[in-house]
């Protein structure tokens, strides 16, 4: 396997981890405020990891299959 396939499998594996936290922290908001900030603080660092791999790999599209 090629880096920039690694890298690339990489990036969809955090974003669809990115959409999951962020989903949780929504559904958390109204019956769990501490849960719902630590949902979306890690979902920030997982965004963070995600502009990194952007800057590395180039905005290259890419689809995720959200039924995995």
Do not use: P
């Amino acid at each position: 396997m090629q880096n920039s396939e690694r890298l690339l499998r990489k990036r969809i594996k955090l974003y669809q981890e990115y959409l999951q936290l962020i989903e949780d922290a929504y559904n958390l908001r109204q019956t769990d405020h501490a849960l719902s900030d630590f949902s979306e603080f890690k979902a920030t660092k997982v965004l963070n990891q995600l502009n990194k791999l952007k800057f590395i790999i180039g905005d290259t599209k890419i689809q995720v299959n959200t039924n995995l």
